[in-house]
Each structure stands twice: as C-alpha cells, then as structure tokens.
C-alpha cells in the first residue's frame, strides 16, 4: 500500500519525509493551487462578458466565487494528479490553520480522488509529532475552510470595490483594503498629531553629589514646597502647561539663578526608600509578539520574521509559527525545564511549572505558543544555524526557557536630598535575584529605555547625613511629538485593536511600503501624502471601513463564521448588497466625490496645499493676484512630516524668480544654477532652451544641504563624469562618475562597459588613471562587495533570450531577468522552481506590468464554496465542488 503525502514547501516535504515510511511519497503544492483571479487575464474565455468576472466573486448568485488555477500553478497540479495516480491514500497535512485547512479543501476540489482522503494536523516537525499524527488524522474542518472562504470574499469586495474608485479619484495603482486600510489611518492619524504637536520648553537641574567618594545623579524635584514641571505637564496640541498653577515652570534664567544659590546650600540626605518589587517572565511568542520581538532587538522586518520562521519550522526547529496562543504542552514545559536546570541550576527553575492563559477571544490559529520544537530543546550553539536564523532562533529558545525560570527580585531605591527650599531625589536599583534576566529579558519601543536587567548602584547613605555637590547644572528640555509607528507598535496596535490575524500583518506592512503609503525612515514608517489623501477620502465618505471598531467587529464576526455562530452568507449580503451596502455607496460616491477635492491635501500649518498628481505630489500656490496658480514638484521622498516652510518658499521662489544662480562656470562662462526637482536639490549648467533642453545637471551628494552648496563645491559636481584617459592595452576610454550605488570607474563608456566600484579611500574627483587601471586589473570579485553567486539558472526567457537566474539576497532568494527582480514565494524552494513559475512573478514585477495589476485587498488568501475554472480544469473542478459535503 503506497500513501501521497501533500504538504505546502519543498522543505517541508524533505523534512517531513525523513520521519515517514518508505512507502510515504511527499510531494509540494507550492503553496496555494487555487485563487480568485488575479487580473482580466485570468478569467476564462467564456465569462470574459461578465460584468462580476474580474472581481472573481458573482455577488448576484449567492456570491458565487470564480477560483481558476494560475498558470504557474498548473503543472504542479498536473504532476499532483500523475502521484495521486500510483497511490492508495491521500494524506492532506498542509498548516494547520486556517489557511492551510483552506489549501487542504481546494487540493480535495482538484484532484478529486478516488482513494481515502485523510487529514493530517501537526504543529511541529519532529518524529514524535509526525507519527502522533499519523495516529490521529481527521477529516478536513468545513467551518474554518468556509471562515477562510468568508474572510477571502470579503476582503475581495473590499479591495476591489474601493480601488477602482481610488484610482480615479486620486491616482492610478493605488489600492483599498480592509485591514489595509486601517493600518494606514493609523499611520496618518500619528502623523497629524505630530503636525500639530507644538513644543514645549523646561529646565530643571540635574546635581552629582559626593558621599565620601562615591558620585551618583540627583534630578531636582520640587522648589519651596512646589513641583518642577515635566514634559508630562504639557499640551502637545499648544506647547502649554496644562494647569499652571500646579507646578513650576523654570526657563534657562531661572533655572541658572536657582543653580547659583543652591551651591551655597548645604545638602542633605532627609528621607531614604526601599521597595521591593518581583519580574516575572513574559509569556511565550506568539505570532505578533515574535515579530515585535524581532523588530526590536533584530531589527528584522515582519515580513523577514516570517520568512525566516517559516523556515525554521519547515526544517524542525520551532513549532508552527502561525498562532495567538500561549500555551504550551507539557511536552515543552518539561524541556524547557530541563534546560534551565542544566544550564542555570536549579536555583534559577520556578518552583511549579508555568503556564499561560492566551487572552485573545478566538486565538485558535495553533495549540501552542511558537516554541523550539520536539521534548528536548537544541540550544542555539549546537544547531547549525547561522546568521539571522540563528539570531531568531536564540530568540525564541531563550523566551521559551526563560517562561520557566524563577521571577526577578528586584529592590527599588530612592534617596530625597535637600539643599535650602529645593529637593532632588536620586532612584537606585538593586537586583537581588536575577531569576529570568540570565536568560531573556524583553525588549522596549522605546530606544532611551534602558534594560530592567540593569542595576543602578547608589551608595548607603543613612538620613541626616550630609552630602557634597561635586557639579550642579542645570538641563533644558524640550516636549517630544508622539513617535511614528515602527513596524513593531504599529503591528501591536493591530492585535490590541482586533484588527486583522496576526499571521497577516506581514503581508500588510509590506503592502503599505510598496504601495508608497509610507515611506521606512530608519526603523520608523512616515506616511506618505497619498496616504493623507486616501486616508482622507475613506474618513469621509466610507467612516466605517477605516474605523477601528468597526473593523474590528467585523473581525470578530468572521471568527464566530469559524465556530458556526454566525452565518456566512446573510452577513455577506447585509455589507455589500442592499442600500447600504458597499456596492451602493461606492456607486453613489462615485457621482459625488471630487477628483479635484480628493487629491488635495491643506497643510494649514505651512499655509500650503498639496496635490497628489499621476507623477508625485506638488504645490499648488495662489498668487493672489488674479493670475494662474502657480505649481511646482516636490521630491519624490517628501512627506507632510518633513516637509518644512523653507523648501516651499523655495520651491514657489524658484518658479516665481527662476532658480538660485550661484555664479558662473569658470571655464565656459555658463551660469550655475541651484534648483529642487522630483528627485531631491540639483545644481543645473546653464539653462534650458529649446536647443539645449536638456543642460548638464548633478544631484547633491548625500548628506549636503542646499545651503552649503558653494560655487566651487558646484563646479566640482558637474565635473563628472571625469575622463581619466585610455586604457593603454585597448585603447578604450575611462571614466569616473558618480551613480545610484556610490562612485565608479568605467572602461568603454559607449561600448560595453566593464565597471569597478571604487574603494573608501578613493574620491570620485581625484582619482587618477594609474588607480583606475589598477582597479580594472582586479577580479570583479574582490570589489566592496563579493559578485552575487547564481544558485540556479532556469532557462532563457522566451522573450529576450536572455538567462532567467536564481541569485541569494539580503532577504532570500530571488529570481532575476535583466534588471527585474523577484522574490521566491514563501514555500517555494530554489530547488524546486520552474522557468515557467518563474516568468509569472518577474511579470508581475516588470514595470510595464506593475501598473496594471488591479488593486489588492489585505486578507489572506482563503477559498469558496462553488466554484468555477479555467478551461484546462473546468470539469475536474465542478464535478469536485459538489462533492464537498464529503470531504
């Protein structure tokens, strides 16, 4: 008897093979086999005249999906069916949530079998889980497929309703979504607090005072009886104190006088506290935790986490890494119980087992928390992990054993000193046990907080006893704007709010950062003002879908469709049919809202206004005077929240006056000009005419402001590219330029050009053609950065004849033609992937392609209940879908 095996990945399959019979064939889906059409494209030829056909959904029929098989998926299925063939059972053990039990339907619906089906769930890849597993499989769970299938209706409805719409209304390739959106708002919402934050200014003092030789910090407290205002006392919106009369507020002058007659004072210890106080360990990680975690002290995106935790669990080391729970089995309570007793000692391991209650209402995405898997957990430095999956992995192995580790004992210290009618007070910290804090102790939002694993030492000191002020300063302070969300708070607010599964915020960061609704900034995402505009535009005329209760709601009910609570279909209807359905408000919106109204953006506070047009955002200035308003572009990185009031007066000068002449060429006796252009300042040779429309130009280095460009340091700019002469062996030229990665030479500027990339210790503007031939006689190899390595070469494209390649990048391997990349999907191994899998994602990422693809909805991909095909699998299809009251 011979049993197929289908899982999602070609690692999982290599993993799970080793713990299965011989006579156990595995084979991959690749992932998802079926989906909503993508495109116009993807419809069949015989509903291509149907108006619902591109949403995918025929909302008139019971709300009917139309799955069809991408074209990158069809071989796959077919070679699905030829193993199906030879084999006597089938064994469906894709993830176990509800994306998985989704793709474990649709695999039923295609491949229609004639042999037993079976349902294998494990949470772990390990030889004890996997034969557990075999022992007790089931039936595939129709209430979660129809929950995926709801959630992936609706967030189509959604997605492909509002786009068009905002498309024209405001630009072209934006897109809506139902999670989407809202994560967005939140990031305009953050900002608008920022734009209207006003500053606030305070001083205080801060003292070093001497206790027979031992120096420690004391911050002043309060002045006659009187507190000394905080930044806490402020109002954001006016930069004003709150309630005056309660605290005192002291500028810099006060604030140095107060300073002068305390240093006449003598100091004195008059009150001394202690408090004890005891840390517990946080629980587990669960999905979203994990990726805030990771964000915080790996600096890794969500995406990224969730890439490498796939990863991981695909080769046995975690547990499934899609989960809102924190329990733990007591398999993992007992290994992680045994590491801290070898580890730590027995001093270090709680007195009872710990376990967690998970507090989100409908966690049932896993059974356990993200943990290392199997009963004996492999430390870190005994896995042949490297690099960032080692760093994850030593994440979670740490939180993991650290749940089982004895609380923290903690005393807290405060000493209140006096100096005449002022007290300071000094805070200490004392660690009496460490506890969890040898293992792991959890990472902060915010940069300047230090670690609670770190002691604070103050000296004994006993009340009454005099002190000696070795300095006395005093510290001026300024209030804070609210900070922008970074891929961790924004993800933490989602989960806090119900918005969204966890396992899909990845997905909804990345889309908002692709899409240009923000820009990352460091570790932190600015909106962008097309995020303002679309913000703005859904705030009015759709409330609800950007609210985050009612998104919320919305979320919860889709969770009661999963335990049969809620019926599906009745809840379908009343959102997006009827009066005040959706269908109905975008058609009637569509009459009202104005184009014109809707790409505007007022920036009261720097008396502007903002447009987003079909090339970026510009200004629009009102001269005031009758004549045409006046326009002008704003570089491609600006945002609300750096845009300041001199680059407008700049920009509105510019077009007013003409751009900033900074003086003449020396050598040609051109004028040189200073301007701002889509792509950020540029100093221009000459002007342009229609005989030279297109004068030279060269953007400012990194780093150079406006203000410090000089005539010479503009001379110097336009000097490149430099022609350092010929190459003695083949007569070719060279020359050195500055480009989009840094400064290079180049051999055969017209002709083929062989570049070098040049060293830290070259200058694009003095390097001589002795240095340059010296670089070109280098292997390419031995450049800044090593040539990339090809894993894989699939063909030549039938287009352009020109290699289609695999290369490993910073975040995985990609597949590249020309100069197109494209990420591997998530499952998809090097091994595994196709010429003709492979040409679907460069297309996808080509820039003519890009533009044309409709607009997306957030939701995670999740399947129907009827369905229809694409031509090749039309009767497999429809047969199968009848029958699914068997599955």
């Not at 209430?143 to 309703?161: C, K, P, S």
């Not at 669960?286 to 969730?306: I, V």
């Not at 302070?477 to 990845?506: C, D, F, N």
Request: hydrophobic share 35%; proline share 6%.
């Amino acid at each position: 008897m011979s049993t197929l095996v289908i899982v999602e990945s070609p690692t999982k399959a290599r993993t799970i093979r080793k713990f299965l019979p011989a006579d156990y064939r595995v084979e991959a889906s690749m992932g998802h086999v079926r989906d909503l059409p993508r495109s116009a494209a993807d419809v069949p030829a015989e509903l291509k005249g149907e108006e619902w056909a591109t949403l995918g959904v025929n909302v008139a029929a019971g709300f009917e999906p139309l799955y069809i098989v991408p074209k990158d998926k069809q071989k796959v299925v077919k070679e699905l069916k030829t193993a199906l063939e030879n084999a006597d059972e089938l064994l469906l053990a894709t993830d176990e949530d509800r994306e998985g039990e989704s793709i474990s339907w649709h695999l039923l619906q295609l491949l229609n079998p004639k042999v037993p089906v079976r349902r294998m769930v494990f949470h772990e890849i390990t030889d004890e889980a996997i034969q557990a597993a075999l022992r007790n499989c089931r039936e595939v769970n129709q209430q979660l497929v129809r929950a995926q299938e709801t959630r992936r209706i609706l967030d189509r409805l959604v997605g492909y309703t509002l786009s068009p719409l905002l498309w024209r209304k405001i630009a072209p390739h934006l897109s809506a979504g139902r999670v989407q959106s809202v994560a967005v708002r939140l990031l305009v919402q953050r900002e608008r607090e920022r734009l209207a934050f006003r500053k606030g200014q305070f001083w205080d003092l801060k003292a070093v005072l001497d206790q027979r030789g031992t120096l420690f910090p004391a911050r002043l407290v309060s002045v006659g009886g009187q507190r000394v205002a905080t930044g806490n006392d402020f109002d954001p919106a006016t930069g004003q104190l709150r309630h005056p009369n309660a605290v005192l507020l002291l500028d810099e002058a006060a604030a140095n006088a107060l300073r002068d007659r305390l240093l006449t004072e003598t100091w004195t210890v008059s009150e001394q506290e202690e408090r004890q106080q005891t840390r517990k360990p946080a629980p587990p990680f669960t999905t979203s935790t994990l990726q805030q975690e990771a964000n915080r002290k790996l600096h890794l995106s969500a995406r990224e986490t969730m890439r490498i935790a796939q990863k991981l669990y695909e080769e046995g080391y975690i547990t499934y890494m899609r989960t809102d729970s924190v329990h733990l089995s007591e398999q993992a309570i007992a290994a992680a119980r045994s590491c801290v007793e070898t580890m730590y000692g027995k001093a270090f391991l709680s007195p009872q087992p710990r376990q967690y209650t998970t507090k989100t209402k409908g966690a049932q995405e896993a059974h356990e928390a993200i943990r290392p898997a199997g009963s004996q957990f492999r430390p870190p430095q005994e896995t042949n992990l490297r690099d960032r999956e080692l760093d994850l992995y030593e994440l979670i192995w740490k939180r993991t054993v650290a749940t089982q580790m004895a609380d923290a004992r903690l005393t807290l210290l405060t000493v209140s000193i006096t100096a005449g009618d002022a007290l300071f007070r000094a805070h200490g910290k004392r660690i009496d046990f460490a506890g969890f804090f040898r293992a792991y102790v959890e990472g902060s939002d915010d940069p300047d907080a230090a670690l609670e694993s770190q002691e604070v030492v103050l000296p004994l000191m006993q009340v009454g006893e005099i002190l000696r002020c070795q300095t006395l300063e005093s510290v001026g302070h300024e209030t804070q704007p609210p900070p922008r969300y970074t891929e961790a708070s924004l993800v933490k607010a989602l989960e806090q709010a119900g918005i969204g599964r966890p396992s899909t915020y990845a997905t909804i960061i990345s889309t908002i950062q692709d899409r240009e609704y923000a820009l990352r900034r460091g570790n932190a995402l600015e909106p962008t003002f097309t995020a303002f505009a679309v913000t703005s535009l859904l705030e009015k005329y759709f409330p609800d879908l950007v609210d985050i209760n009612f998104t919320a709601r919305m979320e919860q009910t889709l969770d009661d469709i999963s335990t049969g609570e809620v019926e599906w279909l009745p809840y379908l209807e009343s959102f997006y049919l009827g009066e005040q359905g959706l269908e109905q408000q975008v058609k009637e919106r569509e009459r009202t809202i104005e184009a014109t109204e809707a790409r505007a953006i007022a920036l009261p506070e720097l008396n502007a206004e903002v447009v987003v047009g079909r090339f970026g955002p510009f200004i629009v200035y009102q001269n005031g005077n009758g004549s045409e308003p006046i326009k002008a572009s704003l570089p491609q990185d600006a945002t609300p929240g750096s845009l300041n009031r001199e680059q407008i007066e700049q920009l509105i000068r510019q077009k007013l006056e003409g751009p900033d002449k900074l003086g003449v060429h020396p050598e040609t006796g051109e004028p040189i000009f200073l301007l701002t252009g889509r792509f950020g300042p540029y100093v221009q040779l000459g002007e342009a005419t229609a005989d030279n429309p297109k004068p030279k130009r060269a953007s400012l280095p990194k780093g150079v402001s406006p203000d410090e460009v000089t005539l010479d340091l503009a001379v110097t700019l336009l000097s490149l590219p430099r022609t350092l002469g010929v190459h003695p062996d083949s007569g070719k030229l060279i020359q050195a330029n500055q480009g989009r990665f840094g400064p290079y030479i180049v051999l055969d500027p017209d002709g083929e050009k062989e570049y070098r990339s040049l060293k830290a210790e070259d200058s694009v503007y003095t390097i001589t053609l002795e240095r340059a031939l010296e670089l070109l006689a280098m292997p390419k190899s031995t450049r800044g950065r090593a040539k990339k390595q090809v894993l894989a070469v699939l063909g030549n494209h039938p287009e352009t004849n020109e290699p289609v390649q695999i290369f490993d990048g910073p975040y995985g391997p990609y597949v590249n033609h020309g100069k197109v990349n494209a990420a591997l999907p998530d499952g998809v191994s090097v091994e595994a992937i196709t010429l003709e899998q492979a040409l679907p994602l460069l297309a996808a990422k080509a820039p003519q392609k890009t533009s044309r693809q409709r607009g997306s909805a957030t939701g995670t991909a999740g399947k129907t209940r009827k369905t229809k095909s694409a031509p090749k699998t039309t009767k497999t299809t429809k047969t199968a879908s009848r029958k699914r009251g068997s599955a």
